[in-house]
Structures are given as structure tokens and as C-alpha cells.
């Protein structure tokens, strides 16, 4: 089945830095993968997602590229402010509702 | 439109009972998915009903099951409790099982405690 490793566990960062987060998974068949970032005693959120289709998508101070070939994705923030703090959990999809995620990175943002 | 609902938020119980927690998808929706959250095993998939049938499960004993009714209401039942069964479980809707290009939105979860 699915794997999908994350990396790092834990990233600081300060304030107006950018922070990337890198995942990869193992199955060639998954082609769907979205990022959620979760709070503290929050419920995940999706903040970004790319389809297998796409390389690159990218949205205000979000992105996210896809490296089909190699089998990694990759979350990017750039101009990190500190409500950006969360576990971010980046997932895999090759069909239906049967996300596989990664174990989270735990993002802290300094001032 | 509301969000994604659980209940119970926070439930105690001890080893060897079971258990039974309920989500209620966004309206309109009809898949609604499963997930175990630990600190140590991150979100697990559990399983993913839609339109009442059960069509993915996850790698997780029998002790741990679902249904979904025809509202697509769903309910997760955990038998004989262990105490590794203490974690958050969190259920997510999205609007259709055909397709993987649905979101997921996350419910609040509830948090079991097995004592």
C-alpha cells in the first residue's frame, strides 16, 4: 500500500523567513495530494492541494510543487508569520476518499 | 452552511467496553471518512462510507466498524476497548466518492479516553 514520509518533524523558522516542508510517497498510482494544516486543539484544514496533472500551484503566500518522476511534493510559505505556527500534514490519494498522510511537521514561527 | 459535526466531543470509558461516535457530514455531502489521530501513529484512515456501502477500510482489526445511514449520517462503533484505542477520531465529508478530487473537511473530532 500507500507510504508517505515527511520531513522535518519540526521546523523553526522566524518571522518574514520561508519554511519548506518535503514528502514523498511510494505508490505511482496516487495522483491527488493535499496539504492540511492543523491548529492546536483544531480540526486539520485544507490549505493546498495539486493534482498529478499540475507541477506547480501556487496561492498567495502558498505553494506547493510535485515531482512526479521522483515521487515528492513539496509545501512552501514564504513570508512566515506567526498565526502560520501548526502541524501541517501533507496526504496521498490515488483514488476515492482513502487519503494516506504523512506524520506532520510541527512548524513554529518565531517573532 | 454548517460544517462537519461530531459527537460526543470528549468521551471517557475503560478497557474492554465499547463505544459508539457519530458525524454528521455537511449537507449535500455524501462520503464521509474515518481517521484515528495519535501522537505517535498520526491520522490513520480507518475506513470511508458512502451511499450507505463501506468502500475502503484502512488496516485496522474488526473490533473497529461503521455504517452510514441514508441521510449519510455515519456512526463508528469500537468494541472490546483497548487502551491504545485512546485517541482523536475524526471523520471528514466531501461531497462524492467518484472522484479523488473532492475535499475533505475535517470535523472537530472526539476525543476518546480509554481508562
Known amino acids: 500500500g500507500e507510504n508517505v514520509e515527511q520531513h522535518p518533524s519540526t521546523l523553526s523558522v522566524q518571522e518574514g523567513d520561508s519554511a519548506v516542508i518535503k514528502c514523498t510517497y511510494s505508490?505511482?498510482?496516487?495522483?491527488?495530494f493535499p496539504w492540511y494544516k492543523q491548529e492546536l486543539g483544531k480540526r486539520p484544514q485544507l490549505i493546498i492541494d495539486i493534482r498529478s496533472n499540475v507541477g506547480e500551484k501556487k496561492d498567495q503566500r502558498i505553494a506547493v510543487t510535485l515531482n512526479k518522476t521522483a515521487k515528492h511534493f513539496s509545501l512552501h510559505i514564504t513570508e512566515t508569520q506567526p498565526e502560520d505556527s501548526a502541524v501541517y500534514f501533507c496526504?496521498?490519494?490515488?483514488?476515492?476518499?482513502?487519503?494516506?498522510f504523512g506524520p506532520g511537521t510541527r512548524l513554529s514561527v518565531l517573532p | 452552511k454548517a460544517g462537519v459535526t461530531q459527537t460526543p466531543r470528549y468521551l471517557i470509558k475503560t478497557r474492554g467496553q465499547q463505544v459508539t461516535l457519530s458525524c454528521s457530514p455537511i449537507?449535500?455531502?455524501?462520503?464521509v471518512s474515518w481517521y484515528q489521530q495519535t501522537p505517535g501513529q498520526g491520522l490513520q484512515f480507518l475506513f470511508e462510507y458512502f451511499s450507505e456501502t463501506q468502500r475502503n477500510k484502512g488496516n485496522f482489526p474488526g473490533r473497529f466498524s461503521g455504517r452510514q445511514f441514508s441521510n449519510s449520517r455515519s456512526e463508528m462503533n469500537v468494541s472490546t476497548l483497548e487502551l491504545g484505542d485512546s485517541a482523536l477520531y475524526l471523520c471528514a465529508s466531501s461531497l462524492t466518492a467518484t472522484s479523488n478530487y473532492n475535499e475533505q473537511f475535517f470535523g472537530p473530532g472526539t476525543r476518546l479516553t480509554v481508562l
Open positions: 449537507s449535500g455531502h455524501r462520503s
Open positions: 505508490d505511482s498510482a496516487s495522483n491527488y
Open positions: 496526504a496521498a490519494s490515488s483514488g476515492g476518499q482513502n487519503f494516506v
